[in-house]
């Protein structure tokens, strides 16, 4: 067998295995990590990636192969524009760039890259759009127009692989942290109904009247209150009396 039949065959088994190797741990940073490696490996034409997180107004970078990826990104999130932008606020599926010394739409962006980085060619996919959140991965060559077509199908792929490992593991994340809450608001009303013996619809409306008065989260005020076992700053319950 040649070295490219060799080479072919082991990034179709890389590309197969894909759905396994992005969910080998539930944490969504890592099952970033992974997806920006595997981008590097599997793609020819690919010498540096990156993940775009967008809520809102919030631009973050979730994941980068190494520092160009990170850079490229961030500058990105600085300026307020590039393709990653676009792609993560929806405004594009898939943005591709051959060449963007010659490239018109992002003029500021591609001038700092390319004196910066020396990046000279990039390829950006939509990741996910879940509940107002939108992430995008970003691929970028350094020898300007690289990305071959089968680049462009393992790209797909990987996106789409990626899409569900990250929106799931936000899910799995944001879940995790539901449940936190809810134990810790439990706690809390638990050490308030047998201070002041009340039952725990009025604990809760302690627990929210503090949360008000203080200008802070419920769950903060019920996490202080669990680990100081100290009443907050709020007027007593009328009608109950201190234990």
């Known amino acids: ?43 020819e034409g690919c010498d540096h990636a990156g993940l775009t997180l967008v809520d809102g107004e919030k631009i973050t970078s979730g994941a980068s192969s190494d520092h160009v990826g990170a850079r490229a990104d961030a500058i990105q999130h600085e300026l307020r524009e590039g393709p990653c932008v676009a792609v993560a606020h929806l405004e594009s599926r898939t943005v591709f760039v051959p060449d963007l010394a010659r490239d018109e739409r992002w003029p500021r962006w591609a001038k700092k890259v390319t004196d910066e980085l020396q990046v000279s060619s990039l390829l950006s996919l939509l990741l996910f759009s879940h509940h107002g959140s939108s ?40 879940r995790g942290r539901g449940m936190v809450s809810r134990t810790i608001i439990g706690q809390a009303e638990g050490i308030l109904m047998e201070r002041y013996g009340i039952g725990a619809e009025e604990a809760f409306a302690f627990l929210r009247r503090s949360s008000q008065d203080a200008n802070r989260k419920l769950v903060q005020v019920a996490q202080d209150l669990v680990q100081t076992r100290e009443l907050p700053g709020t007027t007593p319950l009328a009608g109950t009396a201190h234990h």
């Open 1 to 43: 067998m040649s070295e490219s039949s060799s080479h072919e065959r082991q990034r179709y088994e890389l590309v197969s295995d894909l759905p396994q190797g992005l969910r080998q741990s539930l944490d969504p940073g890592r099952r970033m990590q992974a997806g920006v490696n595997l981008a590097v490996s599997l793609l």
């Open 135 to 174: 992430g995008a991965l970003n691929l970028y060559a350094t020898r300007g127009n690289e990305f071959t077509s089968d680049d462009f199908a393992v790209a797909e792929t990987l996106a789409a692989h990626l899409s569900v490992a990250v929106a799931d593991g936000l899910e799995i994340e944001n």
